[in-house]
């Protein structure tokens, strides 16, 4: 939905380098994310700073304040207006006609997301404009690839029970975790029609980077994505039901 380049990621080599007093380069980010465990970028921060050698480790409480300093640059539960930090670096890849096309099709959607949820609702409330969006984001289910989140969004969505009667299921993220979460959620209901979308992060998609971006969509396609996306805004409805196997 938005590039976190300049945010999140930028978030947490900032957060690294406080505490550690070095930055890790996005390729070491990739990699630590191309693992499947670190989808929350405070234990990704806390991980990178084990890894380095940094000692003591800082208490968690205390590297999130930091975090979340860099981040939001104010209160996360106060004014977006009063925020100063990087999320006000975020471009948007997808508009509010993605959506509206979407539901236009009868296709239902919704997000599973490991931002904190005043992260969350800014982008999708207030600069994508969506009414109150269906949304399970940080703390409303244990982080991906824990399939919880997916699977309480996924039956909500459809309505009902999922099972070999329910819709397909078609879920897209950019990272090993969202990949893994779509194969846990295929253990749990293995009669529910699972798919796993996947694209490369924004960052990874500027000409010198072709290579660093094909390894890293190899990662995707190790862990069991079943499509690979060039771009999200890509994802028309006709493509979608196609690869779903539903008729336009």
């Given at each position: 939905?938005?590039?976190?380049?300049g945010s999140?990621?930028?978030?947490?080599?900032?957060?690294v380098h406080?505490?550690?007093?070095?930055?890790?380069?996005?390729?070491s980010i990739?990699?630590?994310?191309?693992?499947?465990?670190w989808n929350?970028d405070?234990?990704?921060s806390?991980?990178?700073?084990r890894?380095?050698g940094?000692s003591p480790?800082?208490?968690?409480?205390a590297?999130?304040?930091?975090?979340s300093?860099f981040?939001?640059?104010?209160?996360p539960?106060g004014?977006?207006?009063?925020?100063?930090g990087?999320i006000?670096?975020e471009?948007?890849l997808?508009?509010?006609a993605?959506f509206e096309?979407?539901?236009?099709?009868?296709?239902a959607?919704?997000f599973?997301?490991?931002?904190e949820?005043?992260?969350a609702?800014y982008?999708?409330?207030?600069?994508?404009g969506l009414?109150?969006?269906p949304?399970?984001?940080?703390?409303?289910?244990?982080d991906?690839?824990?399939p919880?989140?997916?699977l309480?969004?996924?039956?909500?969505?459809a309505?009902?029970?999922?099972?070999?009667?329910t819709p397909?299921?078609?879920?897209?993220?950019d990272?090993?975790?969202?990949?893994l979460t779509?194969?846990?959620?295929?253990?749990?209901v293995r009669?529910?029609?699972?798919?796993?979308?996947a694209?490369?992060?924004?960052?990874?998609h500027?000409?010198?980077?072709?290579?660093?971006?094909?390894a890293?969509e190899?990662?995707?396609?190790?862990?069991g994505?079943?499509r690979?996306?060039?771009?999200?805004?890509?994802?028309?409805p006709?493509l979608l039901?196609?690869?779903?196997g539903?008729?336009p």
């Open positions: 939905m938005r590039d976190v380049s999140y990621r930028r978030a947490l080599s900032e957060t406080h505490y550690g007093g070095w930055r890790p380069d996005p390729a990739d990699a630590l994310k191309g693992e499947g465990r929350n405070w234990e990704a806390l991980e990178l700073l890894r380095g940094h480790l800082p208490r968690f409480d590297l999130v304040a930091v975090f300093a981040y939001f640059g104010g209160d539960e004014d977006p207006a009063a925020w100063r990087f006000g670096s471009p948007l997808v508009s509010p993605f096309a979407l539901t236009g099709q009868g296709i959607w919704g599973v997301s490991g931002a949820p005043p992260s609702r982008v999708l409330e207030q600069r994508l009414s109150s969006p949304l399970i984001a940080m703390g409303d289910a244990p991906k690839p824990d919880t989140g997916l309480r969004l996924a039956e909500a969505l309505g009902r029970a999922l099972g070999p009667d397909p299921i078609a879920y897209l993220g990272t090993v975790a969202d990949v779509v194969q846990r959620a295929r253990q749990v009669e529910q029609r699972w798919h796993s979308l694209v490369a992060p924004p960052h990874l500027g000409s010198e980077r072709l290579q660093a971006r094909q890293y190899q990662g995707l396609l190790a862990a994505a079943d690979l996306l060039s771009q999200t805004a890509n994802l028309t006709a039901l196609n690869w779903l539903e008729s």
